[in-house]
């Protein structure tokens, strides 16, 4: 079993920053792929960005390459989502998610089989 719990999330102008972070416990999670995805009220939840095992492939929504960066430090069994830039139209629960049968980036949802409880984001205009 993996426990992955985010925090991080906030209210924040736009134009701001935040950094939300994902701590795994359980089992290691240092070998496989990582992702984070959101969920605005009313839509369906999105993928934002996908790392790759040791972090040396990365992968983002066209909506925040640029402006987010994904990182993980093994480590710490932590994967790290840096927003900058933030838009109103970033509000939405954060979530981050293991895919333990791939080592590579991962976009689609589906197949991810961990996901922490989401942390939410707001950005005021």
């Known amino acids: 079993q993996v426990q992955l719990v985010e925090s991080g999330g906030g209210l924040v102008q736009a134009g701001g920053s935040l950094r939300l972070s994902c701590a795994a416990s359980?089992?290691?999670?240092?070998?496989?792929?990582m992702g984070w995805f959101r969920q605005a009220p009313g839509k369906e939840r999105e993928f934002v960005a996908t790392?790759?095992?040791?972090?040396?492939?990365?992968y983002y929504a066209d909506s925040v390459k640029g402006r987010f960066t994904i990182s993980r430090v093994n480590a710490k069994n932590t994967v790290y989502l840096q927003m900058n830039s933030l838009k109103p139209e970033d509000t939405a629960v954060y979530y981050c998610?293991?895919?333990?049968?791939?080592?590579?980036?991962?976009?689609?949802?589906?197949?991810?089989?961990?996901w922490g409880q989401g942390t939410q984001v707001t950005v005021s205009s």
């Open positions: 359980g089992r290691t999670v240092s070998m496989y792929a």
């Open positions: 790392i790759s095992w040791s972090g040396g492939v990365t």
């Open positions: 998610a293991v895919d333990r049968d791939s080592h590579t980036i991962v976009v689609d949802t589906m197949s991810y089989d961990y």
